[in-house]
């Protein structure tokens, strides 16, 4: 009989901090594209297309957010929150960050990822305000 693995206590942090390295790697690729698509194709016709500027918010927002799940991972030590409120706020950076961006690449093709987008901000702001609550409040 096969042996389960037991699962690390650190794999919240763990998840965040993988994702955040992945995220900004999908993120650069899509500015490669970005990039042969305008300058090397020389497809001006595409430059002042909605689909363009979505696509290079989605590359800002997913290097930024890339970056905040990073951080997340080497701050994750420094939080005095109970292990419950760590794990929900990783998740919820995690999720909030691939649901925001993915709903931003999506958006110029159907206006219904927009509200997809917005549950990923929501997320993103319900994982912060945990992580604000345990630094500003619980001083000791």
Not at 20 to 37: H, M, P, S, T
Not at 46 to 53: P, V, Y
Not at 64 to 77: D, T
């Amino acid at each position: 009989m096969a042996k389960r693995r037991k699962r690390k206590k650190q794999a919240i942090p763990w998840n965040n901090f993988v994702f955040g390295w992945f995220w900004i790697l999908v993120a650069n690729i899509l500015a490669l594209y970005l990039y042969y698509k305008l300058y090397y194709l020389g497809d001006v016709g595409w430059a002042g297309t909605q689909l363009k500027s979505f696509w290079k918010a989605t590359h800002l927002h997913a290097n930024l957010l890339g970056f905040l799940n990073i951080l997340f991972y080497f701050s994750y030590e420094k939080f005095r929150a109970s292990e419950k409120q760590k794990v929900f706020a990783g998740n919820m950076l995690l999720w909030g960050s691939f649901v925001f961006t993915l709903g931003l690449f999506l958006i110029p093709f159907a206006r219904l990822f927009v509200s997809i987008s917005m549950l990923g901000g929501v997320m993103l702001v319900f994982g912060l305000v945990v992580l604000a609550y345990d630094v500003l409040l619980k001083r000791k």
